[in-house]
């Protein structure tokens, strides 16, 4: 297993993100299906990180949660016609 820290932390919630918005199967069960609601909650989580988390991240850290974010958020409008 690779070290837990933030960024491979944020990796993990991005992976997550990308599965329930049916971009990725399922790792467990290979499947691949949509959830938007549970995309949408840790969209939100990361966004609370780095509401949370600025002004302490370096450089490498605050680039990945910004692109992460701006990713996934152009995802979810797309997959939900921009609701």
Known sequence: ???INFITFL????????VHLGQHPDPTSGATAKNLPVAKQTID??????EKTRGNLTD????LLTNVLYELRLLYVKETGGE
């Open 45 to 50: 989580v990361i966004a609370m990180l780095e």
């Open 11 to 18: 990796l993990s919630l991005n992976s997550s993100a990308l």
């Open 60 to 63: 490498e850290e605050k680039r």
């Open 1 to 3: 297993m690779p070290e």
